[in-house]
């Protein structure tokens, strides 16, 4: 397996964890809104996507209707959502600094907004390490599974495909970096991932961010 020339990390689940915070306020609303849902099925269904595209999805499917600022009302109540519990996933920042010690370009690439990147990331202390390249899925006009978030950060980054490799958790982002032509490496040590959904989509498991530097070569 070649050296990559770009790293994309994820976000949610992979440098942050949020994932569980999340879905677990996505369920509540939703449910209030008349699509009455779990947890469990928004963390396997929703987990990777953007809001936009999870009240598309919903609104397409069956007569629910989020509301027209359904996305606004979400992303501004994401601050005090993550305002207190939100940490980074133990121990990816070792990895991230074997990345740059190697001098590998990296990035992150979000279903979320950039401005929820910084909240999250910042509460972490890992956002001066991502502040030069984040990439959100507003910037794109499809979000995952597409991959068009994936190839607008490798271009913009200035790397083909074939040379970048992504850090995932979620279905939706590894079936994403496959359609881009990229290696997916998929974390699921989440008891709530979907290890089998995750190998389906082409991704190679990986349970511990301690094993990563191992099975991705940066040397």
């Known amino acids: 397996m070649q050296v990559p020339k770009l790293v994309i990390f994820d976000c949610d689940g992979v440098l942050v964890d949020t994932e569980n915070l999340a879905n677990r306020r996505l369920a509540e609303w939703l449910s209030e809104a ?51 519990g939100v940490e980074a996933i133990p121990p990816v920042r070792d990895f991230i600094e074997k990345v740059r010690a190697a001098g590998i370009a990296y990035c992150v690439a979000s279903s979320a907004r950039v401005s929820k990147m910084h909240i999250t990331l910042g509460q972490t202390g890992l956002l001066p390490l991502f502040e030069h390249s984040m990439f959100s899925s ?24 074939a040379d970048c490799i992504v850090i995932e958790d979620s ?20 008891p709530f991932s979907d290890p089998e959904g995750l190998v389906k989509a082409g991704g190679i498991l990986f349970d511990d961010m301690r094993e990563l530097a191992g099975l991705v070569p940066i040397h």
């Open 138 to 161: 507003t910037m794109v006009a499809r979000g995952k599974p597409f991959p068009d978030l994936f190839l607008h950060a490798a271009k913009t980054m200035g790397f083909a495909p």
């Open 34 to 84: 008349g699509f009455q849902t779990t947890f469990e099925y928004c963390r396997k269904n929703f987990s990777g996507r953007s809001i936009a595209s999870v009240q598309k999805e919903i609104e397409a499917e069956t007569d629910v209707r989020l509301g027209a600022d359904f996305v606004e009302r979400w992303n501004a109540g994401l601050p005090d959502l993550f305002a207190h």
């Open 171 to 190: 279905v939706a982002g590894t079936q994403a970096g496959i359609a881009a032509g990229m290696r997916v490496f998929s974390y699921h040590a989440d």
